[in-house]
């Protein structure tokens, strides 16, 4: 095929001349093998004897014909085959877009029409031959001129099926090559059903109406002896089997090779890999079938694109919490605990170094924080500014949520501590019930939790900028909390800025032990109560 583009990469180049000659081998070499059947089949089968009695000389002409007309016609089909699938050269770089979508809507004809085109040609090389052989034989014996026109005919018939299957599989990567830019909108050649019914017609049908017809012409003018019937059978009936053969394994790979390319890149997506993609190279509703689990697969690789950043905006458990069930705006009483963490001395830090430097200090901050609070299975609610708002028991519910979200906070104190260079940050963690739901509108509305953790959370990290360690917690956490409360103790309570009543503060044991504070007494408070602060 002369789809050659000018500029086109050299191994496409290459590409493109290796089907050409693919494509000469096997539109020329089966009608080679065809017409030698069809010599075979007419000199084995036909009772030539009785057919040639009144015209001695007919073999010798029909063979001299065979030879000439076998010759002309390999030129010929060659050459208008190379004609029919010719296309212009491609426009050069500085084409407009007009002229190179005219060139590939080119390309594209005849690419996806080839098999078509050059089984065209081979029908009328074919008829012109039942044509010559017919009006060879006809006025000499009316007899010979049929039945050398019905083995033509036979012969061409399989000859052309077998032939148009293989150009099919030939062209397999030109047609996946233009249908990878614009796939198919609906069918070009004859659909899976036609194609079936044909290739039982063309493989079985044709082979044994041979056998029919031999069988006919014998009852009704006689001349076969049983040897000569006999013989009749197994030629046409190998021909049969041989044809029908052929025909059937190359209809069935052609079925089969799309259905296994796409249960194969099915497998891909099962597997989560959403890049899967077929290839695209069947014209019929197949090549559909292809091109729609592409289109499938690109909106499943869409839809996982917007959960991700859904994901990446809102936290893995609200995301998947909104799309597996009905959203509703309102929400409901749960017991929760709070992370807060805000950033120490950010107005000046924003002053005293560029903008860009700022978020670079603030994006490793936040990462430490998603990273420890995500160990600890709690959820980022928001950003707000320089500080963040983790919440454990919502919208998941948790076992002991107060006791992961004081882990956290000790966690989240030493690695700040360790990894971010002159950067510190007040940690408050605080638990209670809390308000969890959709808050806004139906046409813009978040998923939070507003209520008193929340809120003393927030105060209590003013509290614990002015600690060693910056981590501290209130004494409704440690209630709330499991084994995790014997790693805090009890050493302050204050009147938190906003709030009427006073807030136990705990601090991490080694925190405590480090300022000098020594063990509690043994009493029920033990791990608890320790002196003041001031």
Not at 276 to 299: I, S
Not at 314 to 331: K, Q, S
Not at 387 to 400: H, K
Request: aromatic residues 4%.
């Amino acid at each position: 095929m002369n789809a050659a583009s000018r500029g086109a990469a050299p191994e496409d180049r290459g590409l493109r001349l290796v089907t050409r000659l693919a494509l000469g081998l096997v539109v020329v070499l089966p009608n080679i093998v065809g017409a030698g059947v069809v010599l075979v089949v007419a000199a084995w089968v036909l009772p030539l004897g009785e057919l040639t009695e009144d015209d001695p000389g007919a073999l010798v002409r029909n063979l001299i014909a065979f030879g000439a007309y076998l010759l002309g016609a390999v030129l010929v089909g060659v050459l208008w085959g190379h004609v029919r699938m010719r296309v212009p050269p491609a426009p050069g770089p500085g084409a407009d877009a007009t002229t190179v979508r005219r060139h590939r809507k080119r390309v594209r004809r005849v690419v996806l029409r080839g098999p078509l085109r050059l089984a065209t040609v081979q029908t009328v090389l074919w008829l012109a031959a039942l044509v010559l052989f017919v009006l060879l034989n006809v006025f000499a014996s009316p007899r010979l001129g049929a039945s050398v026109g019905v083995t033509v005919a036979l012969g061409g018939l399989a000859t052309v099926a077998v032939t148009y299957r293989l150009v099919e599989r030939v062209l397999r990567r030109e047609v996946a090559r233009v249908l990878n830019d614009r796939p198919p909108e609906d069918r070009v050649l004859p659909g899976v059903a036609l194609r079936a019914v044909g290739s039982w017609a063309l493989g079985t049908a044709v082979p044994l109406a041979g056998v029919v017809l031999a069988a006919a012409a014998a009852m009704v003018f006689g001349g076969y002896t049983t040897e000569r019937l006999a013989l009749v059978v197994v030629v046409l009936g190998g021909v049969a089997l041989v044809v029908g053969f052929l025909v059937t394994v190359l209809t069935a790979a052609s079925t089969a090779a799309p259905v296994l390319a796409v249960r194969r890149a099915q497998r891909r997506v099962e597997d989560g890999d959403y890049d899967a993609a077929v290839p695209v190279f069947d014209t019929t509703e197949l090549g559909l079938l292809q091109a729609g689990f592409n289109t499938m697969v690109g909106g499943l690789r869409e839809r996982e694109r917007v959960r991700d950043l859904f994901g990446r905006h809102v936290g893995e458990d609200v995301a998947r919490t909104a799309l597996e069930n009905e959203v509703e705006l309102g929400g409901e009483v749960r017991e929760v605990a709070v992370l807060f963490v805000d950033l120490v001395g950010s107005t000046e830090l924003a002053a005293s170094r560029p903008p860009t430097e700022v978020v670079g200090m603030l994006n490793a901050f936040f990462a430490v924080v998603i990273d420890v609070v995500e160990q600890h299975d709690g959820w980022i609610n928001k950003f707000e500014g320089d500080a963040a708002l983790a919440v454990f028991g919502a919208p998941t519910e948790l076992d002991d949520a107060a006791g992961r979200a004081l882990r956290a906070g000790r966690e989240l104190g030493r690695r700040i501590a360790a990894e971010l260079d002159g950067i510190g940050a007040g940690i408050g963690v605080s638990a209670g019930e809390a308000v969890a739901g959709n808050i806004g509108d139906t046409r813009r509305y978040e998923y939070t939790v507003i209520g008193d953790p929340v809120n003393e959370a927030a105060r209590l990290t003013e509290v614990a900028k002015e600690i060693d360690g910056c981590v501290v917690a209130s004494g409704a956490a440690l209630e709330r909390a499991g084994d995790e409360a014997e790693q805090w103790r009890v050493v302050d309570a204050r009147t938190l800025r906003g709030r009427d009543g006073d807030t136990e503060i705990a601090v991490p044991r080694e925190h405590a032990l480090s300022a000098g504070r020594g063990e509690p007494e043994e009493t029920a408070d033990a791990g608890r109560r320790a002196p003041s602060l001031g």
